[in-house]
Each structure stands twice: as C-alpha cells, then as structure tokens.
C-alpha cells in the first residue's frame, strides 16, 4: 500500500537518499528543506514524480513549523524521518568551547526532531501503526565514547536518544513506533569523501530495518543494519 512519507534534511546527503528510495516504491513524499528554490536535485526529481511534494522548513524556526500541518494539508503520515542534522564547527575542543555554538547544534539535533514529532502528532495518528525515525550517530553512544572530544555533537545526539526513548515510551499505546539510526559513516557532505558507505547502501539497509519495524523494537537504538547499539 502507498504510504506518505516526511523527510527532513531531504535536499542533500542521507535525507535526499530516503527521497530517492521512496520514490522509487511509488509511495508518497513530502521533502522538507530550508530554501527549496535551491534545492536543484528535489526540483529535478518533482519534474518526474508528481508524488512529491518540496516544503520549506528550517526545523529550529518556529513558525516554519507552525506552517507545516497546513503545508501537510494535515494528511496522515506514515513514516516520519528526523533527518536534519549539524555538526556544528569543527576542531573546537575542551577550553575553547562556546555556548552559542553549543546551543546550535542542540537545536537542530535534540530539540528539533522532537518538536516536529510533536508537530506531526495529529497526522501520525491518522495513520495505522506510523513511524518516527531519528537519525542519530553512534557518536551519541556512551559506550562507544573512547576518544573524548566532539561536545556540541556527540551531547546533541545522546540527547536526542534520551528523548525519543521517552518518546517511544509515550506513543506505544497508539502504536506509533520510534527509533534512532546511526546511518553508518556515509559519504556525504558530513560524513565526507573517506567514509566507508554510499548514501544507497545506508539508506537501503535502514528502509528495510523500518519497513520491518514493529514494537519490540521502537525506542531501540539500531545500526543501518538493525543491529542495536549499546546507549
Ligand atoms: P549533510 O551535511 O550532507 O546534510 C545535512 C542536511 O541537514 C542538509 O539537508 C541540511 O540542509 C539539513 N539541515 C541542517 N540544519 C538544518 C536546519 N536548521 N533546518 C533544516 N535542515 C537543516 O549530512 P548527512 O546527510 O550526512 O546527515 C544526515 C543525518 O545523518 C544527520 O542527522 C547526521 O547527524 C546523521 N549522521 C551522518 C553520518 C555520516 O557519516 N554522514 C554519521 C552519523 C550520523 P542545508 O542544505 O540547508 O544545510
């Protein structure tokens, strides 16, 4: 059955990856980015598929988000994927860290996905049994930490875990199942031209890990390959 699917982050990287694949399937897909004139990859894609349908969202701005159900025309989602995502500035370590910056990648990492969820509530629970992605990083593990470093980024994302395990927690009575994905280290913009895996090869393995997803999982943290990984 087609379903309607939400991506964010969608014009480049990983999220344009998720666009592609669902495409693909012939379902339904809303691509949300920040400046959709600029947007030449989702503009190419709208010219063939007129299943999908480009809106503007910066996730950390308030309005754009009060604007989405009614660029949603407030129709049931099925797959939700909390995709955006920020680094934040490179190199900056213990001793030079700055709040500003800090406060930044919160933004968009912790607080952003969680908002939009909130944000689409209403229209994910006219689906049956819809779904929340978040698009974490293993870099968010505290078991994985053996390095140290990486503040901004590494707090983002093990905040963003927090969150949606209480929010797992919170929407299994309606059967809205959530997770966070570590992608992989995949070559995009982020991950860069030395990392080990294509945006297809992530986003294939973590399509079938939610197409698969059902609630003895939600409120895990997986791998791109459905593996789960230690908080
Ligand atoms: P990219 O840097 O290639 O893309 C990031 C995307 O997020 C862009 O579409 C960007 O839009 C969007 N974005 C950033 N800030 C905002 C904002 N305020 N509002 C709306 N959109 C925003 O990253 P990836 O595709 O690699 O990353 C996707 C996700 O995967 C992220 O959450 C990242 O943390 C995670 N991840 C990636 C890894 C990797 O190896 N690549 C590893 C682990 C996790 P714009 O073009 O407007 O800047």
Redesign the pocket.
């Known amino acids: 059955m087609t379903k309607h699917v939400v991506i964010?982050?969608?014009?480049?990287?990983?999220?344009?990856?998720f666009v592609r694949h669902y495409l693909a399937k012939g379902d339904r897909v809303t691509a949300?980015?920040?400046?959709p004139g600029e947007?030449s990859a989702l503009i190419q894609l709208a010219e063939i598929h007129a299943n999908l349908n480009i809106i503007q969202?910066?996730?950390?701005?308030e309005s754009s988000l009060r604007a989405l159900p009614q660029h949603l025309n407030d129709t049931a989602i099925d797959i939700l994927i909390?995709?955006?995502?920020?680094?934040g500035p490179k190199g900056i370590g213990f001793g030079k860290l700055r709040a500003e910056e800090w406060q930044k990648v919160l933004?968009?990492?912790t607080i952003?996905p969680i908002m939009i969820t909130q944000t689409c509530y209403p229209m994910l629970r006219k689906a049956n049994n819809a779904k929340v992605i978040c698009?974490?990083?293993?870099?968010g593990s505290m078991a994985d930490n053996q390095s140290g470093g990486s503040y901004l980024?590494r707090s983002s994302?093990a905040g963003l875990n927090a969150a949606l395990k209480s929010l797992a927690i919170d929407l299994r009575s309606e059967a809205i199942f959530c997770v966070v994905f570590?992608?992989?280290?995949?070559?995009?913009?982020?991950?860069?031209p030395n990392?080990l895996i294509t945006?297809n090869e992530?986003v294939e393995q973590m399509a079938t890990c939610i197409d698969r997803l059902d609630a003895s999982q939600s409120g895990q943290f997986l791998n791109f390959d459905g593996k789960v990984i230690p908080w």
């Open positions: 964010t982050g969608a014009n480049r990287g990983i999220g344009l990856g949300c980015c920040r400046r947007a969202l910066d996730v950390t701005d909390n995709n955006a995502g920020y680094y933004a968009v990492n952003a698009i974490s990083s293993k870099m980024y994302k570590h992608p992989g280290w995949v070559q995009t913009d982020m991950g860069g990392a945006v992530a």
